[in-house]
């Protein structure tokens, strides 16, 4: 009887500890697919994570290059804008340079004609007269008459001739006018004053030049 006991106490000693090994068997493998399990769902995870930084790291290096873009292109039409500025600046102060320098031109010959005007006017008015008249004959022979008086100013004509002497002739009448030597004058005024105005329009002309 011993040996039989013996041999089934054995045999469910044996049966015991394999079903308890094979459990741990079992659990050790389920606690080692878990982890695995894990290990793989933390990796989806981080390969998700990784994706969103990638998209997330190109929409802003997309949105960078954009800037750039930007920023390149309000560069470029500034110079533009700012070149365009100063062409028509320049454009513009050569014209208010032309338009002055013809002013000015203008100005001095109207200036130089005035002066002229004035001067051929101050002339006629205080120029010298003719000389004086004839000397009169005597009515009855006693005595010669006068000298004849000195012309007046050149606008108001000669003066009147001389008294009478010693019974003498009414005096001749006053001499002409200095009219023809003070229109020859005149002219000879206009003329230079002409010249002096061309002169200086063409120094005006040619200082704008160099300096353009």
């Known amino acids: 009887m011993l040996?039989?006991?013996t041999l089934l106490l054995l045999v469910l000693v044996v049966e015991v500890v394999m079903a308890?090994?094979?459990?741990?068997?079992?659990?050790?493998?389920?606690?080692v697919v878990m982890v695995v399990t894990l290990v793989l769902v933390v990796m989806e995870v981080v390969v998700v994570v990784m994706e969103v930084v990638?998209?997330?790291?190109?929409?802003?290096?997309?949105?960078?290059?954009?800037?750039?873009?930007?920023?390149?292109?309000?560069?470029?039409?500034?110079?533009?804008?700012?070149?365009?500025?100063?062409?028509?600046?320049?454009?513009?102060?050569?014209?208010?340079?032309e338009v002055l320098v013809v002013l000015v031109v203008e100005?001095?010959?109207e200036v130089v004609v005035v002066m002229g005007?004035?001067?051929?006017?101050?002339?006629?008015?205080?120029?010298?007269?003719?000389?004086?008249?004839?000397?009169?004959?005597?009515?009855?022979?006693?005595?010669?008459?006068?000298?004849?008086?000195?012309g007046g100013g050149g606008a108001s004509g000669g003066g009147d001739g001389g008294g009478d002497s010693?019974?003498?002739g009414d005096g001749g009448?006053?001499?002409?006018?200095?009219a023809p030597a003070q229109e020859a004058h005149a002219a000879a005024v206009v003329g230079a004053g002409a010249v002096r105005g061309r002169r200086q329009a063409e120094r005006i002309v040619s200082l704008s030049l160099l300096q353009d």
């Not at 009448?173 to 200095?178: C, Q």
Request: charged residues 15%; proline residues 1%.
């Open 173 to 178: 009448g006053g001499g002409d006018t200095g």
């Open 54 to 97: 990638a998209m997330v790291v190109v929409v802003v290096m997309e949105v960078v290059v954009m800037v750039v873009v930007v920023m390149l292109v309000l560069v470029v039409v500034e110079v533009l804008v700012v070149t365009l500025v100063l062409v028509v600046m320049e454009v513009l102060v050569v014209e208010v340079v």
């Open 107 to 109: 100005v001095v010959m």
């Open 117 to 150: 005007v004035v001067e051929v006017l101050v002339v006629t008015l205080h120029g010298d007269g003719g000389g004086g008249g004839d000397t009169g004959a005597g009515d009855d022979g006693r005595g010669d008459g006068g000298d004849g008086g000195d």
């Open 20 to 31: 308890v090994v094979v459990v741990m068997l079992v659990v050790v493998m389920e606690v």
């Open 3 to 5: 040996p039989g006991v």
């Open 166 to 168: 010693d019974g003498g």
